[in-house]
């Protein structure tokens, strides 16, 4: 009697180590989604502070694309009120819809081709455009990692025990997949 209820103790303690050692395990990758998250928002957050700047150069060379400017002013406030991480990512396509209008536009301008202020901030766009990248990257494969370890069995189990639920991966908007194009003949 004595040696089963030792068995059976030492089972629940088995069993007790694992639950709690697979609750850390998920709990700490899913922070490591979160985290890479603010990581893309970072860099979200220094494309809208250029994004003011690169608009008022191209401003002061052409007035009659309104619309771009329009477009990248509602998409950066949709993205400042978004509160979770797909309707930030869906504000943020908005956001390189629009931009990609505008840097077509500006090719089209050698005003603006030869304007030291535009091609710097060009310049940083282009860095912080990789940058986004990067970050989208890294927070997808947390996401996949996450994904994967809260599906698998056993883990699954202790995933559905304490609430752990799918983590969405970040996608392109599907306008941000059409080239813009832009009608400069008026």
């Given at each position: 009697m004595k040696k089963s209820l030792i068995i059976i103790i030492g089972i629940v303690v088995?069993?007790?180590?694992?639950?709690?050692?697979?609750?850390?395990?998920?709990?700490?990758q899913n922070e490591s989604i979160n985290g890479q998250w603010a990581q893309v928002e970072n860099q979200y957050q220094r494309r809208f502070d250029l994004i003011p700047n690169l608009v008022e150069v191209v401003r002061g060379v052409m007035n009659q694309e309104k619309e771009i400017f329009t477009a990248l002013a509602d998409a950066r406030t949709k993205y400042g009120s978004a509160v979770t991480a797909d309707g930030k990512a869906a504000a943020a396509g908005q956001v390189e819809s629009a931009l990609s209008r505008l840097l077509v536009v500006m090719e089209n301008y050698p005003t603006l081709k030869s304007s030291e202020n535009a091609t710097n901030?060009?310049?940083?766009?282009?860095?912080?455009?990789?940058?986004?990248?990067?970050?989208?990257?890294?927070?997808?494969?947390?996401?996949m990692v996450y994904n994967k370890s809260?599906?698998?069995?056993?883990?699954?189990?202790?995933?559905?025990l304490f609430g752990f639920d799918e983590r969405a991966y970040f996608e392109v908007a599907p306008e941000a997949k059409v080239a813009p194009k832009v009608d400069l003949t008026n």
């Open positions: 088995v069993i007790a180590l694992y639950v709690g050692g697979t609750y850390n395990s998920l709990v700490t901030l060009m310049v940083d766009l282009a860095g912080t455009e990789n940058r986004i990248a990067v970050e989208r990257k890294g927070y997808n494969d947390a996401v809260i599906k698998m069995v056993p883990r699954s189990i202790v995933a559905a």
